[in-house]
């Protein structure tokens, strides 16, 4: 499988986006997909997951804000970001290929979008 993320951007404040990932050579089917970030000097931290085992799951920080999604005809997996704020600056990779949300990062990742918010 592979997959391409999009739908980053620098905005402020506030504001939403939505990241898109779209996968090629294989559905989501059966495998968890979700999204991970990386801050500048910081390590990966997952974000967020769905999966049929663990249903949908959201780290602290986003927690109300974010919200993950798959369309399984189109093959695309969603993070649609709420009343960003600037720690959510970091560069975003979707991610799938295990059966759980806990095995996540040790998935396939694709390219990662940069998302950038100021204060």
């Known amino acids: 499988v592979q997959l391409q993320a999009s739908g980053g951007g620098l905005v402020q404040a506030g504001d939403s986006l939505r990241l898109s990932c779209a996968a090629s050579?294989?559905?989501?089917?059966?495998?968890?997909v979700g999204w991970l970030r990386q801050a500048p000097g910081a390590k990966h931290e997952q974000v967020s997951c769905?999966?049929?085992?663990?249903?949908?799951w959201y780290a602290d920080p986003v927690k109300g804000r974010f919200t993950i999604s798959v369309d399984n005809a189109k093959n695309t997996a969603y993070l649609q970001m709420d009343s960003l704020k600037p720690e959510d600056t970091a560069v975003y990779y979707c991610?799938?290929?295990?059966?759980?949300?806990?095995?996540?990062?040790?998935?396939?990742w694709g390219q990662g979008t940069q998302v950038t918010v100021s204060s």
């Open positions: 991610a799938t290929g295990q059966s759980t949300c806990s095995r996540l990062n040790q998935g396939v």
């Open positions: 050579g294989r559905s989501f089917s059966n495998y968890a």
């Open positions: 769905i999966s049929t085992t663990d249903g949908r």
